[in-house]
């Protein structure tokens, strides 16, 4: 009986540790991403360089999706497609474990704190179900969190779900 109990513990552990990398699929190159246009996205790294994304741009450091529920929407599932926040942040030099203070379109700002999700792979969404993502709909960004696959506390990630995210910023310090 304990030598059951033990191997029904260790299976439901490794079920819930899923590797980053299973909770999302790459996605190959969309033809609706790869037109040019206008900067849709501003990094901004702590010694105060900007990088600016437009829809292609983001999409050339490779593009993922998930299904997940969107607390912003009702808790329903909706499929998100965009490139690794991890890559975008790569590209501007800003560390995984950096505090990032996030803007929106309408003035809305939150900070978020990567050390403790690290390892979770976070999309800046530039589709949701297929559909390009506009103002009107939550676009052209939105920052979105795997968490049909993640326990994540909504207390305080609920309000990193950044829709109209325009601009990303390094806090200096990690502050």
Same mark, same amino acid.
């Given at each position: 009986?304990?030598r059951?109990?033990?191997s029904?513990t260790?299976l439901?552990?490794?079920?819930c540790a899923? #590797?980053a990398? =299973? ?7 969309d033809? !609706?991403? @790869? /037109?040019?246009?206008? +900067?849709v996205?501003?990094?901004i790294?702590?010694?105060g ?10 999409a050339?450091?490779g593009?993922?999706?998930?299904s997940?529920p969107?607390?912003?929407r009702k ?5 998100y497609?965009g #490139?690794?926040? =991890?890559?975008?942040?790569?590209e501007?030099?800003?560390? !995984?474990? @950096? /505090?990032?203070?996030l +803007?929106a379109l309408?003035?809305y700002?939150t900070d ?8 979770v792979p976070?999309?800046?969404a ?15 960004v ?5 968490y049909?696959?993640v326990?994540l506390?909504?207390?305080i990630?609920?309000a ?13 310090g990690?502050?």
């Open positions: 009986m304990r059951l109990l033990l029904l260790l439901t552990l490794s079920a899923r #590797p990398s =299973s909770l999302y699929t790459p996605v190959e190159a033809p !609706q991403l @790869a /037109t040019p246009g206008p +900067v996205l501003t990094v790294n702590a010694a360089k900007e990088f600016t994304f437009t829809r292609a741009g983001l050339a450091l593009l993922v999706r998930f997940t969107d607390p912003s808790n329903e599932a909706h499929e497609t #490139p690794l926040l =991890s890559a975008v942040l790569r501007a030099g800003i560390a !995984q474990t @950096a /505090t990032l203070q +803007v309408d003035k700002k978020l704190k990567l050390a403790p999700i690290r390892d976070v999309i800046l530039l589709k949701s179900d297929g559909q390009l993502l506009e103002p009107r709909n939550f676009g052209p939105y920052m979105t969190f795997p049909g696959g326990k506390d909504p207390n990630y609920n990193a779900w950044v829709w109209q995210l325009y601009r990303i910023e390094e806090r200096p990690g502050a």
